[in-house]
């Protein structure tokens, strides 16, 4: 009797006699895009090619392609994309069967058919660990402020390319990342990160010195993007990217986005007293340096969020430019 080899996900493969797949696809663990193996085969092939008289009613058509990752000694899934507009971007990802991108829940614009989603505990980089490791991972996104669920967007199709896009919270830029080209591995702010390929690791860093906890802008802990394939991240404003081979940068601590892993990071004072208080810098700046490469964005959400609560008249802001008699009247015409 021929023994089967099937792959349930990146990490996990399963074994079953040839008498159980009749029952393993009824109970829908093996699917037409599912890569299964057995003695005699030259390589994976998806369920529906490899054992057609067990889908009959399913037409035989040619393989879909591999899913990205599967065979060629990559982590995570290789995908497509395209970024949309200009100041309020949205990223496109094209998947091939099989494939999969996780975003942060919440993001998605819009999604092709055959695009399957589940909301899940964690990135799925890793096995599933168990109770505690369900604790682990919800406390790391409780950290990091985001949601305890990530969502994963899968093609479930046989063949053909399928779209999902995933838009920007608010006006900047989409920043694509591809982790190989970065050692396999970024820090980046807590919120930045929007969505990546699948097998990309989300974690945590926490800052080792306690000023730069305190004062650096992002707290004590920062987001850990590893991996080898691409993830996106969003940021206010315009993006600059900044190449730095063993120089310093001093920045302003909020425009700081994302570094990669040979970065140093660290904060000093903005001058002097009279500086510090009075400059309107803030009173203290991030320092970076090393070999790597920084991101820095032009407006900082909170510095967009001040702007607006300070002139909002519901919060004791008065309007600009609408001193003439005409807005004036239409205030009144309004209510306010």
């Not at 057609?52 to 392609?65: E, I």
């Amino acid at each position: 009797m021929k023994t089967w080899h099937y792959i349930i996900s990146e990490s996990q493969r399963e074994t079953a006699p040839e008498t159980a797949l009749a029952s393993l696809i009824a109970g829908g663990v093996l699917r037409v895009e599912t890569l299964v193996w057995s003695d005699g085969m030259a390589t994976w092939l998806p369920a529906r090619q490899a054992l057609p008289q067990l889908f009959a009613a399913t037409p035989v058509g040619g393989p879909p392609p591999l899913p990205g990752g599967v065979g060629t000694g990559r982590r995570s899934h290789e995908i497509d994309f395209e970024i949309h507009g200009d100041d309020l971007q949205l990223v496109e990802i094209e998947l091939d069967p099989g494939e999969t991108i996780i975003a942060e829940a919440g993001g998605m614009c819009f999604m092709e058919e055959e695009i399957e989603f589940e909301s899940k505990m964690g990135d799925g980089s890793a096995p599933a660990g168990g109770f505690f490791g369900a604790l682990k991972s919800i406390g790391t996104r409780v950290l990091t402020g985001e949601s305890i669920f990530m969502t994963h967007f899968t093609h479930r199709g046989s063949r053909g390319k399928r779209k999902v896009a995933f838009a920007a919270p608010y006006p900047g830029k989409v920043i694509p990342i591809n982790l190989a080209e970065m050692g396999g591995e970024i820090l980046c702010e807590k919120d930045a990160f929007l969505c990546a390929a699948m097998g990309t690791s989300v974690g945590i860093a926490f800052n080792r010195k306690l000023g730069t906890g305190f004062f650096g802008g992002e707290g004590f802990i920062l987001q850990r993007l590893r991996g080898d394939g691409l993830a996106f991240l969003h940021a206010g404003g315009t993006i600059v990217r900044r190449d730095l081979r063993g120089e310093t940068l001093r920045v302003d601590t909020g425009c700081l986005v994302a570094m990669s892993s040979g970065i140093e990071y660290d904060i000093q004072r903005a001058g002097n007293l009279k500086s510090m208080f009075f400059g309107g810098e803030g009173m203290f700046l991030a320092t970076l340096r090393g070999h790597g490469t920084v991101w820095l964005q032009s407006l900082p959400f909170s510095r967009l969020a001040d702007r607006i609560i300070a002139h909002a008249p519901s919060s004791g802001g008065r309007a600009t430019g609408e001193g003439s008699v005409l807005g004036g009247l239409g205030r009144m015409l309004d209510g306010e």
